[in-house]
């Protein structure tokens, strides 16, 4: 396998902290810290569920009476914008930056806790007004702006479930996402910048309701103010609203069961189409806080950047939720990190002096394709921590991002975890040893395996099935609507020891440290961002050449993977260069930029199981030249 033979020279490649980092960080013996947690998991979560404030204590830390629908701290009363907003007002924090932020072309606001806490409330009261409720689903289609965390924590407030639409898809993939959650309000903005371009966010907006029409009102943020079609009685602006006396500056906070949703993320899985992860008030606020307080060291002076986009879930617990529950202050850019020039990303660190940064090695290496010149340019040295997430990180990228951004001198919290976990999973701590490519070791309070089909333990160093074997208070409640879903998708396949399946595949070496090796199923990940084969396949389907589809993820230096295509077209169709260009716009229409393959080809078979199953795997062994394996399965 390419990635293994990637890792092994390196293997014994250690990066250990130096005396001081260990002096300075607030976690200093990870393995006294690990032992403790795990012998008594809910003694751990407990103490630190009382760094935050709760309406009413709980019963009971876990209640795991239903496997694996687990309920952590039943009974109390809470909600997680109490947490990250309306306490800290209450404190000389309300003084405090909690956001800075600066537009893709230049412009730049900032809020302290105070105003985004003002600023949520208005925000709050007009959705109130326009019904919304405790429980209701409101989707959110933005970008990078900070509206789109005052969206969130506002629909939190009142106690609705926000489901954020990554602002990359296109219409198909937005209709099925309002449809699945049946939102009635829309929030979403004329368009973003990216790339000194506009995304026209409401145009789409406008054609995914005319495939979803439960949307009964949508609230459209001015971002880029082009001229863009609104429908009376149906489309508001936003700053129209907050001109309402409704729109006051001060509202109540819905008071939520520590188990009443907080919100759906859409994400793939192996099949079908994509599944909304459900997360909650309780668990998720305790997790995603105590993560990012010890992975990334948090003190109270830190100006902390995770570059990731809200839409996905490395934005939601650590660009909104745990920053702000710390009282930090986060930064948030709105654009491409190359616009206008290569630089922008190091000239925003320079010059909001960010301490922390955190982003994905597919931003790395497309930075690093640069050369060193342009970070060179700038003083980096407020940078003290880095961070990675997404994908495995090739090792070169990794020495790159520590010697030319970190001067040698920040340590990379390579973290591994997913949508359904809510926050770091195996990750380093900076007083823990690295290896570049390795995501180290577990959190405190989780215990991940690597098992094989009988879900014993591998032998070091030998590839498996990564599991979890506990339950943790961040995890996913269930699949929203689709409970069987959640069951089968996870934890039917190792239901008698009761192990979480991850999804991934990897390896654990002599030292206990974990290298993830990638996934078992038809999740690609390009550039970062999770894509299932099915979505695209149904997108190609859905134009009127094609008959049927199969998509694979294949190996790419710079984006992690690129999807390849295959095409069965229906007959009175040929191949040509020309319906490649058109599929590739068709799909760029219907699910998004991201999701457009590189190559597509046109065949007249596709490998297939007796059952009528399309083999992947097959697909891509031939596309690599590798061995196909046991076909013992295929179709005749
Ligand atoms: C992959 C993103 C290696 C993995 C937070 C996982 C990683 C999937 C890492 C989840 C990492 C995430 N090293 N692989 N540090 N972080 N992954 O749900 O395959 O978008 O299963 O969550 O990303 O992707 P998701």
């Not at 074997?469 to 069987?484: H, I, N």
């Amino acid at each position: 396998m390419d990635r293994q033979e990637e890792i092994l020279p390196t293997e014994h490649e250690v990066y250990h902290p130096s005396a001081e980092a260990i002096s300075e960080a607030v976690i200093k013996d990870y393995d006294a810290l690990y032992a403790r947690s795990v012998a008594d998991p809910e003694g751990f979560w407990a103490t630190e569920a009382k760094e935050l404030e709760w309406y009413e204590p709980w019963d009971q830390v876990l209640d795991d009476s239903n496997p694996p629908f687990f309920k952590w701290f039943t009974g109390a009363k809470t909600n997680i914008v109490h947490n990250a907003l309306d306490r800290h007002v209450k404190t000389w924090r309300r003084n405090k930056l909690a956001l800075i932020w600066e537009g893709e072309p230049g412009d730049r606001r900032s809020y302290s806790y105070y105003r985004l806490w003002q600023e949520t409330c208005r925000f709050a009261n007009v959705l109130r007004s326009m019904g919304v409720q405790k429980g209701d689903r409101v989707t959110i289609y933005m970008g990078r702006v900070p509206e789109l965390a005052i969206a969130m924590l506002a629909c939190a407030k009142v106690g609705a479930v926000h489901s954020v639409v990554y602002g990359g898809f296109s219409e198909q993939a937005l209709a099925d996402r309002i449809d699945d959650a049946q939102s009635r309000v829309l929030i979403t903005q004329d368009g973003a910048w990216l790339r000194g371009k506009i995304v026209e966010l409401k145009k789409t907006a406008d054609e995914a309701i005319r495939r979803s029409p439960v949307v009964e009102h949508v609230i459209v943020l001015k971002r880029t103010e082009q001229e863009i079609y609104m429908e009376p009685g149906r489309d508001y602006w936003l700053h129209d609203l907050l001109a309402l006396p409704i729109a006051a500056p001060t509202c109540s906070t819905e008071v939520m069961d520590a188990e009443d949703p907080l919100f759906i993320l859409y994400t793939s899985g192996t099949t079908g189409t994509p599944k909304g992860l459900l997360h909650t008030h309780g668990g998720y606020q305790v997790f995603t806080s105590t993560t990012l307080k010890w992975v990334f060291d948090f003190k109270e002076a830190d100006r902390w950047w995770c570059a990731a986009d809200p839409g996905w879930i490395t934005g939601h617990s650590y660009i909104v939720y745990a920053p702000l529950i710390l009282g930090a202050t986060s930064f948030m850019y709105e654009g491409a990190p190359t616009h206008p020039y290569p630089n922008r990303w190091w000239k925003l660190v320079e010059s909001y002096g960010i301490t922390i940064l955190y982003t994905a090695p597919t931003a790395i290496r497309g930075l690093m394709r640069f050369g060193d010149a342009w970070p060179n340019r700038h003083d980096l040295s407020s940078l003290r921590l880095l961070g990675s997430v997404g994908e495995p990180i090739n090792p070169e990228a990794w020495r790159w991002y520590h010697r030319v951004i970190g001067k040698d001198k920040c340590p990379i919290m390579d973290t591994w975890w997913q949508t359904e976990t809510g926050g770091f999973m195996i990750t380093p701590m900076p007083s823990v040893p690295l290896k570049p490519g390795s995501a180290t070791r577990p959190f405190p309070g989780i215990e991940a395996e690597i098992v094989n089909e009988e879900a014993e333990p591998v032998k070091a160093n030998e590839d498996g099935y990564l599991v979890v074997k506990k339950p943790w208070p961040g995890m996913a409640r269930t699949v929203y609507g689709d409970p069987d879903r959640f069951v089968s998708q996870y934890w039917e396949r190792f239901q008698k020891q009761g192990y979480y399946l991850t999804g991934d595949s990897a390896r654990k070496d002599e030292d206990g440290y974990f290298w993830i090796i990638g996934r078992i199923d038809d999740v690609i990940k390009v550039s970062g961002y999770r894509l299932g084969t099915a979505e695209i396949e149904s997108a190609l389907v859905s134009h009127k050449a094609v008959a049927e589809s199969a998509c694979i993820g294949i190996p790419d230096e710079l984006r992690g993977n690129v999807i390849w295509a295959y095409c069965i077209l229906r007959s009175g169709y040929e191949g040509s260069d020309r319906l490649v260009a058109q599929l590739k716009d068709h799909v760029r229409h219907e699910t998004g930029p991201i999701t457009v393959p590189a190559k597509i080809e046109f065949v007249d078979k596709l490998p297939k199981t007796r059952s009528g199953k399309i083999m992947r795997r097959v697909l891509k062994a031939q596309a690599l030249g590798q061995d196909v394996g046991d076909i013992s399965t295929l179709e005749a």
